[in-house]
Nanobody, 125 residues
Framework: QVHLVDSGGGLVQAGGSLRLSCAAS????????MGWFRQAPGKGREFVAA??????YYSASVKGRFTISRDNAKNTVYLQMNSLKPEDTAVYFC????????????????????WGHGTQVTVSS
């Protein structure tokens, strides 16, 4: 329904910064919750940050370091990542779910119906 393209990953040293982008094929404001998830080697997919019904949400591990934002004119969502740590190394995915029919918290990945292909973030020590 909504096609997403995520980008912006790369190799960075600990303490550095990266900004990830998620371009959507249509407007998402007011209709969709937008989220960021990540998956490290050998681990499951975990919640990072999200927009939902006018509010922002963050996992405890990234709160204070990462910031989710959006540019409605460009149909794009961003994830600014500062003070990166080696444990942040993972493939990062943007995702979207319909706000009107969502039931579970934003941290639950199962209700997100659209996903980007993922962008690799590697943080060296």
């Amino acid at each position: 329904q909504v096609h997403l393209v995520d980008s912006g990953g790369g190799l960075v040293q600990a303490g550095g910064s990266l900004r990830l982008s998620c371009a959507a094929s249509r407007r998402t404001f007011g209709s969709y919750d937008m989220g960021w998830f990540r998956q490290a080697p050998g681990k499951g997919r975990e919640f990072v940050a999200a927009f939902s019904r006018g509010d922002t949400y963050y996992s405890a591990s990234v709160k204070g370091r990462f910031t989710i934002s959006r540019d409605n004119a460009k149909n794009t969502v961003y994830l600014q990542m500062n003070s990166l740590k080696p444990e942040d190394t993972a493939v990062y995915f943007c995702a979207a779910r319909e706000s009107g029919t969502a039931y579970y918290p934003v941290s639950e990945a199962s209700e997100y119906g659209s996903w980007g292909h993922g962008t690799q973030v590697t943080v060296s020590s």
